[in-house]
């Protein structure tokens, strides 16, 4: 899932950035255009190293590939222990997942276990929902996110507790949906774990299982897998005002989630875009491929893959880790983009499209400052709300003073900008669940790349709070 939580200030700062062309990049860039040339793999390796050294991301996994071939495959910067990150470093690559169980899904449905169109209930025992509409759910509608699964109706953070796939269905039965199954598309990681329920089911295998028997392993995946018991994923960093934080991935992260469990290399992901892209070992026929990537007639969202364009894309974000991958079916082109940190800033979507840009002979844009300048600017507000909190509190006294004969109303009037902060804070989860269409956010989940938002907005109601208080206290003492 690509869920950079403030979006819009992201954006509104990135807007505020310079577009330029980085160097060694710019002029790799100049000559394929020229010559319409495949971009070599040091033309790759220096943008990259370019785009490291400007984002000042800890860490940098990258595959491109072409046809049936791998052009470049590399790592740069380091893991959370320190040691070096290469291709062959694994990361969890979040909901980049989907696009993984939406292929373990296809080749039961071709091997003739599981039905596309037929409802789910029909075929996963223990399938249950309070809502009778969930009935009518298909398979289709999970893998296109049409199923009315939304978590505004469903308590997905209890389902966090959940120890199998099997225990996370059951936990689904007092839900109820959020509009009839296939009239609308909304994005909930519900429908591909319950998708991976389904290929357990149907496979009799767990869903790590079925995955590294008929997904990895064909492609020659060998250190991929959807359990942390068979692929150790390194710590992965957040960025708090600049710094790079080591930190444990949030736990309740169900081991086999189909929503976003894959754990994988910048390696093992040149296999699997070379056969996305139709080329090497192929996992389904031609007609299941195009299905998957094909939009549902209610939204562009396909199976695990988004039509933008003549690229299809997914991007994923956890709490530590953030990835993006896609292919260019036009061009025969497929990039994979891995990180080792997360923050407010999800620079791995821009660093596929510089990519892109490079196989197309057109210059990448530069990508260094925004998330830099973000928490700079937020570390400003911290500070700043710090200072004028001190000031509230010494000059209390003087307030109440001026105060002291007005009206109770009057009085009252004058602490409601100062305890606003508070009340927002209050409901900070709330108001960051809208900015993100009603997904489910947690206040843990805000301390991990939302940390620096997160002090900010602390600060800034602790020190409204903490003047109010004052004011309060000595205009009480003015008074008597």
Request: glycine share 10%; net charge negative; proline share 5%.
């Amino acid at each position: 899932m690509r869920i950079t939580l403030i979006g819009a200030v992201v954006v509104a700062v990135a807007l505020c950035g310079s577009v330029g062309v980085t160097g060694q990049a710019a002029q790799a860039a100049q000559a394929a255009q020229a010559t319409h040339a495949e971009p070599t793999s040091a033309a790759i390796d220096d943008y990259l190293r370019e785009v490291l050294h400007d984002t000042g991301l800890p860490g940098l996994s990258v595959v491109v590939t072409h046809d049936d071939r791998v052009v470049h495959a590399a790592g740069y910067g380091e893991s959370s222990d320190g040691t070096p990150v290469t291709a062959d470093t694994p990361m969890r690559i979040a909901s980049v997942s989907k696009s993984f169980t939406a292929m373990a899904v296809m080749t039961l449905v071709e091997d003739g276990r599981i039905a596309l169109d037929r409802p789910v209930a029909d075929q996963l025992p223990g399938f249950t929902m309070a809502d009778p509409r969930a009935g009518a759910v298909t398979v289709r509608h999970l893998l296109n996110q049409t199923s009315g699964f939304s978590d505004t109706t469903i308590d997905v953070t209890a389902l966090e507790s959940a120890t199998s796939l099997a225990e996370y269905t059951s936990g689904l039965a007092p839900g109820t949906l959020a509009a009839d199954p296939g009239t609308h598309y909304e994005y909930c990681n519900v429908n591909y774990d319950l998708a991976a329920r389904l290929v357990e089911v149907a496979s009799g295998r767990s869903f790590d299982e079925y995955l590294r028997e008929r997904v990895f392993r064909p492609l020659g995946m060998t250190r991929s897998a959807a359990s942390a018991r068979v692929v150790q994923p390194a710590d992965g960093y957040n960025s708090v005002f600049g710094a790079w934080i080591s930190r444990p991935e949030l736990p309740g992260f169900l081991d086999s989630s189909g929503g976003g469990g894959v754990i994988t290399t910048a390696a093992d992901m040149g296999r699997w875009l070379i056969s996305q892209n139709g080329d090497g070992v192929q996992l389904v026929s031609p007609e299941g491929l195009r299905t998957m990537h094909t939009s549902s007639t209610v939204d562009e969202y396909a199976m695990g893959w988004i039509p933008e364009g003549g690229t299809l894309l997914h991007s994923g974000n956890l709490f530590t880790y953030t990835a993006v991958q896609g292919i260019v079916p036009g061009t025969g082109y497929g990039f994979a983009v891995l990180a080792n940190s997360a923050s407010l800033q999800d620079d791995t979507y821009d660093v596929l499209n510089g990519l892109i840009a490079l196989s197309e002979g057109r210059q990448p844009e530069s990508l260094g400052g925004t998330r830099q300048l973000l928490e700079l600017g937020l570390g400003l507000v911290t500070v700043a709300a710090v200072a004028l909190g001190v000031l509230g509190v010494r000059r209390s006294a003087r307030w109440a003073r001026r105060r002291a004969g007005a009206s109770p109303w009057r009085v009252g009037v004058r602490f409601v900008p100062l305890l606003l902060p508070a009340v927002a804070f209050t409901a900070y989860p709330d108001l960051i669940s809208v900015l993100t269409n009603g997904r489910t956010v947690t206040w843990e989940q805000l301390t991990y790349f939302a940390a620096p938002l997160t002090i900010a907005a602390l600060v800034v109601a602790l020190a409204g709070v903490a003047t109010a208080v004052a004011r309060l206290l000595r205009l009480r003492t003015t008074v008597h």
